[in-house]
């Protein structure tokens, strides 16, 4: 048994035992999240993606890590990438610096990094205006699931999420245009702006279209 072996287990061990800290409620509380952000730097990918983890538990708690986690959006390896980022979804306003960093994971070219950047950046509380790029983009061109994040997020986004939208209503993909319109619907009188073209899309050949600018059109006039 070599001894870089044995120090790559203690190393982990000592990992483990933190992360079990955090998640019952050690008392040394700060100085465990210095343990597990100096940790975010070790060389073994391991121990990396154990610290990530682990500072995930404490939540907003863990402001003090939000530099080191989002230097590791960065990280080589796949699983801290994407630890660091669900890590930072949950520390709400403490993540506002990260958002950036945020955003540009959802450009990351392992298709679960960005699917994970997308919903920490709808988890974070409030949502912010900032991230709406982001959500635009996943409509157009994202997944099923990509697109359903996308879809809460800019619900909740509201009224601010309107101008994108009345945008996307002229995209050259009908299924792109019936998701802005149930979006559109989905905010309600406030997206009031949008019956113009949602009454020009009744019009349309393409039922899916019909129906959505129909659905839409209904829950606006719906009373508050």
């Known amino acids: 048994m070599s001894p870089d072996w044995l120090t790559r287990r203690r190393r982990l061990d000592a990992i483990m035992r933190l992360q079990a800290s955090a998640t019952l409620g ?14 975010l ?5 391991e121990v990396r993606e154990q610290a990530a983890a ?6 907003p708690e863990a402001a003090v890590a939000v530099p080191a986690l989002m230097q590791a959006i960065y990280d080589d390896d796949m699983i801290v990438r994407r630890r660091a980022i669900r890590a ?19 450009e990351d070219p392992i298709p679960g990094v960005a699917l994970q950047a997308l919903a920490s950046l709808a988890d974070l509380t409030p949502l912010s205006v900032s991230a709406l790029p982001a959500f635009l983009s996943a409509l157009w061109t994202g997944d099923v699931r990509a697109r359903a994040v996308a879809t809460v997020a800019l619900v909740r986004l509201g009224p601010a999420a309107v101008p994108s939208l009345l945008s996307t209503l002229v995209h050259p993909a009908p299924d792109v245009r019936a998701k802005a319109a149930n979006i559109l619907g989905k905010i309600g009188p406030t997206a009031a702006d ?16 019909r129906l959505a600018a129909g659905e839409a059109l209904r829950q606006m006039d719906e009373p508050s």
């Open 41 to 45: 730097a070790d060389p073994d990918d």
């Open 88 to 106: 930072l979804g949950g520390m709400g306003e403490a993540a506002e610096d990260a958002i950036p960093a945020l955003v540009a994971a959802t």
């Open 54 to 59: 682990a500072l995930g538990e404490f939540g």
């Open 194 to 209: 949008a019956k113009p073209l949602l009454e020009k899309m009744l019009g349309e050949k393409d039922e899916m279209l």
């Open 26 to 39: 050690d008392p040394a509380r700060e100085e465990t999240m210095r343990l597990l952000v100096e940790a």
